[in-house]
């Protein structure tokens, strides 16, 4: 292990995957892991993986019609969850179904069916944050279901009106995306883009996400800020001593292998980018404000469509596997 072992001063390190195989093998130790549809699609892709899902549906044999997909897919998330819980001390983010993200009471009765399969499966449901898209609807269901003592995980977050509306909804953290802010704003400034003036600080994703954390520390906030979406390694350094950050596989064996010294980039009383008011949240304010962010808007949006795709092919692959 490496001198950066202190995990970015202090930052909880988390696997972004959902192959409990690979966790395993992590030469950085981790915390926590995050899941979602894609991750999960394409772990299940894997010929090691292949026999989880053929096991799910025989297992769910008596449930009748496209209930029977549905219970596959619930089955297999409590799998995921179980073996992820196994290789790490923490706790597992599992993603709700992308299809509910503009019904509140949809998302908390699945996140309530969901945790009861949990239950039966013998999983702590304290080492599980149910994960939901950051929509108007979707954090009025972290409300709910933070009063209830539910963890939650809000994800797909790209600005301020989302994550401050997740805290006031006493969400248990919030998962800003830098790698697609990144990719907005490159995309956007196309030929005229300078990759050596975005480096590090200056990245548009890390500045986002810097912003949110100095404005909930500012205000006294509980709601952690775990970074997420990560492009390349200088932007997981750049954000070092944010609450988490979750990393996938390769970079977290890229930060096994760095020996320079990292700075802490995030520290709690030093907050000269936060918002010195705290917005209103409410949800006029909310749609108001994301009319007026479009990348936000945009970039919610296309994460949905993105996982409701992956959902509609894993539950393809269920269905086929029924045929069989």
């Given at each position: 292990?490496n001198a950066?072992t202190p995990?970015?001063?202090?930052?909880?390190?988390?696997?972004?995957?959902?192959?409990p195989?690979?966790?395993a093998a992590?030469a950085?130790?981790?915390?926590?892991?995050?899941?979602?549809?894609?991750?999960?699609?394409?772990?299940?892709?894997?010929?090691?993986?292949r026999?989880?899902?053929?096991?799910?549906?025989q297992s769910?044999?008596?449930?009748?019609?496209?209930?029977?997909?549905?219970a596959?897919m619930?089955t297999l998330?409590v799998?995921?969850a179980?073996a992820?819980?196994?290789v790490?001390?923490?706790?597992?983010?599992v993603e709700?179904?992308a299809?509910?993200s503009?019904?509140?009471?949809?998302t908390v009765?699945?996140?309530?069916q969901?945790?009861?399969?949990?239950?039966a499966a013998?999983?702590?449901?304290q080492?599980?944050l149910?994960?939901?898209?950051?929509?108007?609807?979707?954090?009025?269901?972290a409300r709910a279901?933070s009063?209830?003592g539910?963890?939650?995980?809000?994800?797909?977050?790209?600005?301020?009106?989302?994550?401050?509306?997740?805290?006031d909804?006493?969400?248990t953290?919030?998962?800003?995306?830098?790698g697609r802010?990144?990719?907005?704003?490159k995309?956007?400034?196309?030929?005229?883009?300078d990759?050596?003036?975005?480096a590090?600080?200056?990245d548009?994703g890390?500045?986002?996400?810097?912003?949110?954390?100095q404005?909930?520390?500012h205000?006294g906030?509980?709601?952690?800020v775990?970074g997420?979406?990560?492009r390349?390694?200088?932007?997981v350094l750049?954000?070092?001593?944010?609450?988490?950050l979750?990393?996938?596989p390769d970079l977290?064996?890229?930060?096994?292998?760095?020996?320079?010294?990292?700075v802490q980039a995030?520290?709690?009383?030093?907050?000269p980018h936060?918002?010195?008011?705290?917005?209103q949240?409410?949800?006029?304010?909310?749609r108001n404000?994301?009319?007026d962010?479009?990348?936000?808007?945009?970039k919610?949006?296309?994460?949905?469509?993105?996982f409701v795709?992956?959902?509609?092919?894993?539950?393809?692959?269920?269905?086929?596997e029924?045929?069989?």
């Amino acid at each position: 292990m490496n001198a950066n072992t202190p995990l970015l001063h202090g930052t909880v390190l988390v696997a972004d995957t959902s192959d409990p195989a690979v966790v395993a093998a992590l030469a950085l130790p981790v915390q926590d892991a995050t899941t979602n549809p894609s991750l999960v699609l394409k772990t299940l892709q894997q010929p090691a993986y292949r026999p989880w899902l053929r096991q799910a549906a025989q297992s769910t044999q008596a449930v009748a019609g496209q209930d029977h997909a549905e219970a596959v897919m619930d089955t297999l998330l409590v799998r995921f969850a179980h073996a992820l819980l196994a290789v790490i001390p923490g706790r597992v983010s599992v993603e709700l179904d992308a299809r509910l993200s503009v019904d509140t009471q949809a998302t908390v009765a699945k996140a309530h069916q969901l945790l009861a399969r949990m239950d039966a499966a013998g999983v702590p449901r304290q080492r599980v944050l149910v994960k939901i898209a950051a929509t108007w609807e979707g954090i009025q269901a972290a409300r709910a279901l933070s009063q209830q003592g539910i963890g939650t995980n809000m994800t797909l977050v790209f600005g301020m009106a989302q994550a401050t509306a997740c805290a006031d909804a006493g969400a248990t953290l919030i998962s800003p995306f830098v790698g697609r802010i990144y990719d907005y704003v490159k995309a956007q400034a196309g030929a005229a883009w300078d990759e050596a003036a975005h480096a590090g600080a200056h990245d548009p994703g890390v500045q986002s996400v810097t912003a949110i954390y100095q404005t909930f520390k500012h205000h006294g906030v509980g709601t952690a800020v775990m970074g997420a979406s990560f492009r390349k390694l200088d932007q997981v350094l750049a954000l070092a001593g944010c609450d988490l950050l979750t990393i996938s596989p390769d970079l977290l064996g890229q930060l096994a292998t760095h020996a320079a010294p990292v700075v802490q980039a995030l520290q709690p009383g030093h907050t000269p980018h936060a918002l010195r008011v705290w917005p209103q949240v409410t949800e006029s304010a909310f749609r108001n404000a994301m009319v007026d962010h479009a990348m936000a808007r945009i970039k919610l949006q296309e994460g949905i469509d993105a996982f409701v795709r992956d959902t509609q092919t894993l539950l393809e692959m269920i269905q086929a596997e029924r045929i069989q």
